[in-house]
């Protein structure tokens, strides 16, 4: 009988028998890589955390202050006459206000010249004094823009501020009309200096305006030197007067309830405790208008709602991180975490603790209508709190303002629990310490794997060699075989 011989080799594949090998000597790094991967969310879900308190933190030192807890409101009964702000220590209260002139800075114009850069009489060496003061007495006659005439005082008696006058120099390389206004300006005497040109044969004409308003900002030029400039600018509204009053200096006029009051702006803050009024315009003669400061009950309600804001944003990422959903059976990447429950705890802690002010009738969230709900969040009670707001306006502030009131006791807690030796830096630390040590024994077991691969390769090359080997062994043997069987 003859035998079928197969020339067909064993040669194994080593590739693959090794990758299948080493896919299980690789499952304790992938079980590795899966903690990692659970510590890294862990240290990700804590960034959350400290995200949050940060924002609280933000959101607490906006709200820090008295004015955002015992607002007042100041409203006016035509707002193109004047309008009105508050500071906390405003009261309550309703002003009669008439202004019968504002406040005004005193300009003067100087005669015209032909030209802005030509030289102004022989470049001396020049100094020009500017003083401040009052002009009093003697007779005013009005400047007419048409006639370009008037402008001018007699008999005036002018009285200094009492400061030293402030002076430049001008010389030969700023005697022009541009350059006498740039020293002017430049040299920051509380004067203001402008060209204007009027299109005349000589149209280009200085101004000079004081920077303050107020019947003591008039103006007294004294210039020693260059005759010229002199004949220019100088001005003295008891004496000689080179330069024409286009506008006097003024103070503001008011009366409030009556009581007359006379301010050299027209930004009048000392008149009504903590109401500052801005004049606009003047009223009509015995028609003043009504200034009402009331209660700002929105502002304080939007200060409130912020602060229940800021507190339910933390509250709910770390409701958020630390949840369990009982329909999937699943818990989320800090479910159980203590130090969670434990920021959760003081939370509480702190929102049902008395505030330090024993007299107070409003010692607790909850005296104002702020609840705490299953969920740890809060809520407000809107018809509660406006009571609460009707009956004790200004203590609201105190329970959040005060030395030991809501604020101040959660910026403590924010501060211990964002600073380097507080929970989250310590749970963070840990678990940074873990994801390291992790990252060490992976780096150790991927140098023995490199090891082990090639040994397992080297054992399967050999094997397979030797299969090699025998095959073609087996092959000549089935060949002798066949041919001692031909022959029989």
């Known amino acids: ?122 470049g001396a060496t020049t100094t020009i004094s500017f003083d401040l003061g009052s002009i009093s007495g003697g007779t005013f006659t009005a400047y007419d823009a048409n006639t370009g005439t008037g402008g001018s005082y007699t008999g005036a008696t002018f009285t200094s501020q009492g400061g030293t006058a402030k002076t430049l120099t001008i010389d030969s390389s700023n005697n022009t009309l541009a350059g006498i206004r740039d020293a002017i300006n430049v040299a920051q005497l509380g004067v203001t200096a402008t060209l204007v040109n009027d299109g005349s044969a000589t149209p280009y004409r200085m101004a000079l305006s004081s920077d303050n308003p107020g019947a003591a900002n008039s103006m007294k030029i004294t210039v ?49 405790q903590g109401v500052t009024l801005t004049l606009n315009k003047e009223t009509a003669v015995n028609t003043p208008v009504t200034l009402s400061v009331t209660r700002d009950t929105t502002t304080l309600n939007n200060s409130i709602s912020a602060f229940v804001k ?68 809060l809520a407000v009670n809107p018809t509660k709190l406006d009571r609460t707001i009707s009956g004790n306006f200004n203590e609201i502030a105190t329970l959040f303002t005060g030395d030991k009131g809501y604020l101040s006791s959660f910026d403590t807690w924010i501060k211990s629990v964002l600073s380097n030796n507080g929970a989250l830096a310590g749970r963070t630390d840990g678990i940074g310490q873990t994801i390291t040590d992790i990252g060490r024994r992976r780096d150790a077991l991927e140098n023995r794997l490199l090891a082990i691969e090639k040994r397992y390769r080297a054992q399967f090359t050999a094997l397979d060699v030797m299969l090699s080997s025998m095959n073609r062994t087996s092959v000549f043997l089935t060949q002798q075989l066949s041919q001692l069987s031909n022959l029989g």
């Open 1 to 122: 009988m003859a035998t079928s011989a197969t020339t067909s080799t064993t040669n194994l594949d080593v590739n693959s028998i090794v990758t299948q090998l080493m896919a299980v000597e690789r499952r304790p790094i992938n079980q590795l890589d899966t903690r990692e991967a659970g510590f890294q969310a862990q240290l990700s879900a804590y960034g959350s955390i400290k995200g949050a308190v940060s924002g609280f933190q933000t959101a607490l030192q906006g709200l820090n202050s008295v004015a955002k807890f015992q607002a007042l409101k100041a409203t006016v009964s035509d707002a193109s006459v004047l309008t009105a702000s508050t500071t906390s220590i405003a009261a309550a209260g309703t002003y009669a206000v008439e202004v019968t002139s504002l406040a005004q800075a005193q300009k003067l114009i100087a005669t015209g010249q032909t030209s802005l850069t030509d030289a102004i009489g022989t």
């Open 224 to 272: 020693s030197g260059d005759a010229a400039i002199a004949n220019l600018l100088g001005y003295d509204p008891a004496a000689g007067q080179n330069l024409a009053e286009t506008v006097s200096a003024r103070n503001a006029n008011l009366k409030v309830d009556g009581v007359a009051v006379s301010k050299s702006t027209n930004t009048v803050s000392d008149v009504i």
């Open 310 to 377: 800021a507190y339910n944003d933390v509250s709910g990422v770390l409701n958020t991180l630390s949840a369990y959903d009982p329909a999937t059976k699943t818990g989320a990447i800090l479910q159980g975490d203590s130090t969670v429950r434990t920021l959760q705890t003081q939370l509480r802690t702190l929102l049902n603790t008395a505030t330090g002010n024993s007299s107070s009738a409003l010692r607790t969230l909850t005296d104002i209508g702020i609840t705490i709900q299953p969920d740890g969040k």
